[in-house]
């Protein structure tokens, strides 16, 4: 936290305009600012509760005046609340021009005269610009600034030479680009106003000195770095910065020990003379490190043995982090770009950076380029929608590389009159297409292939992207062999190096290598593990792609070669032999779990994706057939997947679906949101694979639960799903709904269940049940209703509601078991409930009210109940505030011997040793009670003592007692060993989480070596597993073999251990 600043414009006024959905919005996008780090130490309740004066108040007191500024101006820009945000730059250009005025230098006439001391003209710039560039807009102030400048070239010094020799350098990198780089350049100059020193908009101040963009492979990154490298040369940046370094990580990782000096300078030996002074002008420089990832260090490397000398020689990783650490030249500005993925070494050694995320290629920037591409519009649009239908292939297109593939591939067979729909269908059969449309049938290029696959596969697994001319060499492979890969595209070679090489995307890289594992292996191929390649287990297994996550695509198109009619198609072109033996590989891969469940989400997704990209049948059949349950966690992009594999799952059992709703974009209110994705959803390419994801309802007899669960659900998707589920061939049998949206969902599934024959438990939680009430009726009351269970957790309703569900549950002949925890009852409801339990039609044996705020006073309803009760066995009333008054009502109505009531759960209803008493009387007589719960109640030493005492009795028909977190002393289980030593009915105890010391456990244990009682089941807590302990549960297992101990050494039950005997 800082001390409260003063602005230079008035914030409070201007949050006093908003409304408070505005307010709210400016609250929520303010943290998203990549500065607001002091912001997200500010509780969260504070700044939601602040009204526009006190959020004022707030940001000012803990943070920088300069952040609020630059974070103001922009969230009023993404609420387009351009009003505001002008009004904010006005606000400053005035304050910016009271100071300039008020502090203005020596003019540069009085300079030139000799009537001062000469000055520095780039010192002259920096102190007009601090204060005055962004803001002093009068021709006094602009030419004062044109001036200095003119006077800078009249000083030629070597930083030209290095300027004009970068120039040249960096203007090649425009004509590397394969195409017109129209709107290459376009995305360039969008990213490059975000980076604030080359933004000439953005308002001054003590800038951040780090900037890092970051983002996948192909984006656009390293083309923003040397767009920034040309801007300095060309004098765009020239004000800020008098010298510029560019560090490419790709030539450094081969780099040996050096000083910082060295590395920094060793492309320009004619700045070695002034190398002092322009290291001590770190200020006025900028440091480029391009590629970061590439560097291929040791994780930790980089925050290794930090050094602040520039001469001493050090591993080039220690000289980078000493760097970014800002050891070494602190007050230099650092632009870095990097991947996503290595982040998570990049963060722990920069203090406050500025973190932009490059995007590549927006949806409109495709769309343009596609129509650049083809020129005739309709055929651009048809390619465009053929990609956009490929959620997988569209994603990758955000690559300007690969829209440039997809152009090319789509547009050849457009001109042949093909049909381009298939290829687009896959990536694996774009990127097949791409290759082999590059070359004639017949080529005879295996080697070359083989040899290629060999360079990607090895690159890969090392993290490299580029290849020297030595590492062709360790290959065997030559220059001319490259030749035909290099003139079709495929491969480029560096303009910088032209010993070095690289794919022309990492995707293409990926896809050779997936074409090393594919390829028929030959004997001197061995198994890859001379050139530090691993097989193909590793390659698909989750630790290797956390720790290279660049070996997922790979995988991914792996399945895709795994295709007959794709391999055919690659021996025809390059005369290559492919393996047959590759899905027989992938089926005895451990994709799946012991269980026959995936271990992780991503796991199952990822599979879903993978065998939907082979297009084999037989191997989706051979991976998903042994499969029982399954849990899908389904995007658009996900649909298309699903419907493919979900079908040959013979043997499933259980389907849980949670149809993911799109992130809520900035700017967009939740209805417009919940519009998006119901256009989203509602894509006329996406329902045919929903309709065919669904119809596994109809052709699976053995699957008979489904659970749907935080799910948003468009109208079509909705009524599809309806439709299939209410189908006569429909054989579920639990329906499990919880959390969907929009509000009318819950309704229209119920009446897709009304008259189902084979349906018998139905549970809905969420807020929204209200509504289905009525509807929920109407399935009770239907002739043909089957329901059993009947879960209506979390719900909401009116009097009416309430009433109109007690007289159906009276006429219902089919549910037994109600289950309403944490619904809102209220009084009346409850009363009514009560009512209908009386009822001598009514056929309910387990209801739960857990949870449903009743009181004592409710038990007296409830012990009323008990007596007239035919048929109810099991109440829960945990989580009730009943109180030993409570205890007392419910223990004189189950005194009654009509009272047929067997399990009684009081978990956590605030009982003491006194509500013990109560229930310790009830069970010295003969009770219908079996199962009690009484867990997290304190009931101390008394509580237990009269328990036992009732345990004791021969009367007492106890057969489970739950007393876990009850607060039991040691001193209680000398009373606890004498219940084991006689009762002949308990076969559960569950003490877990009391702390029994040492003394009791042993107690307990020497008890059980000498068994008499009955007892099956033992929970309890144990400290400090001793030797002892181990001999004594040895001599227990060998005299007592029925008995099961659970010794709770790992986690505390995080579910009520008595909720098992009650049907969820």
Known sequence: MVSSVQLDFNLQALLEQLSQDELSQFKS???????????????????????????????????????????????????????????????????????????????????????????????????????????AETEEDVSSLREAKALKKEMPGKEDTHGSMLKMRFRQMWEAWPGDSKEVQAVAQRYTTLIPFSNPRTLPGPFPHTVVLHGAAGLGKTTLAKKLMLDWTEDNLSHKFRYAFYLSCKELRRLGPCSFAELVFRDWPELQDDIPNILAEAQRTLFVVDGLDELGAPPGALIHDICGDWKKPKPVPVLLGSLLKRKMLPKAALLVTTRSWALRDLRPLMEQPIYIRVEGFLEEDRRAYFLRHFGEEDQAMRAFELMRSNAALFQLGSAPAVCWMVCTSLKLQMENGEDPAPTCHTRTELFLHFLCSRFPKGAQLGGTLRALSLLAAQGLWARMSVFHAEDLESFGVQESDLRPFLDRGILRQDRDSEDCYSFLHLSVQQFFTALFYALEKEEEDGDGHAWDIKDVQKLLSGEERLQNPDLIQAGHFLFGLANEKRAKELETTFGCVMSREIKQELLRCDIICDEDRYSTLTDLKEVLHCLYESQEEELAKGVMAPLKEISLHLSAADIVPSSFCLKHCRNLEKLSLQVIKAKLPENVTASESDAEVERSQDDQHMLPFWTDLCSIFGSNKGLIILEINNSFLSASLLRILCERIAS????????????????DAYRKLCLALQGHKTVTHLRLRGSAQKDTLPVLCEVLRHPKCNLQYLGLVSCSATAQQWADLSLTLEVNRSLTCVNLSNSELADEGAKLLYTTLKHPKCLLQRLSLENCHLTEADCKDLAAVLVVS??????????????????????????????????????????????????????????????????????????????????????????????????????????????????????????GQNSLGYSGVKLLFETLTRPRGTLQTLRLKVDDFTDEFDKLLKEIEGSNPQLTIDTENQEPWKKRPSSRYFIV
């Open 728 to 743: 006569d061939t429909c054989h579920l049998q639990r329906v499990v709904i919880k959390n969907i949206s929009p509000a």
């Open 870 to 991: 035919r048929e109810l066995m099991h109440l829960c009333l945990a989580e009730n505030p009943l109180r030993d008054t409570g205890v007392k009502f419910l223990c004189e109505g189950l005194s009654y011997p009509e009272c047929k009531l067997q399990t009684l759960v009081l978990w956590n209803c605030d009982i003491t040793s006194k509500g013990c008493c109560h229930l310790a009387k009830l069970l010295h007589e003969k009770s219908s009670l079996m199962n009690l719960d009484l867990g997290r109640n304190d009931i101390g030493v008394p509580g237990v003592q009269g328990l036992c005492e009732a345990l004791k009795k021969p009367l007492c028909n106890l057969k489970r007692l739950w007393l876990w977190g009850c607060s039991i002393p040691p001193a209680s289980c000398e009373n606890l060993c004498c219940v084991l030593s006689c009762n002949q009915t308990l076969i559960t105890l569950d003490l």
């Open 29 to 135: 996008l303010i943290r998203t600012i990549t500065l607001g780090n002091e912001l997200q130490k500010i509780p969260q309740t504070e700044v939601d509760k602040a009204d526009g004066k006190q959020l004022a108040e707030i940001l000012t007191s803990h943070c920088p005046s300069y952040w609020m500024e630059m974070a103001t101006i922009q969230v009023f820009e993404k609420m387009h609340r351009a009003d505001l945000s002008e009004r904010v730059k006005d606000e400053l250009r005035e304050a910016a021009l009271r100071s300039f005025n008020k502090n203005k230098p020596l003019s540069l006439e009085t300079i030139r005269k000799g009537e001062a001391k000469p000055v520095d003209p780039d010192e002259m710039l920096m102190r007009f610009e601090a204060e005055a560039q962004a803001f």
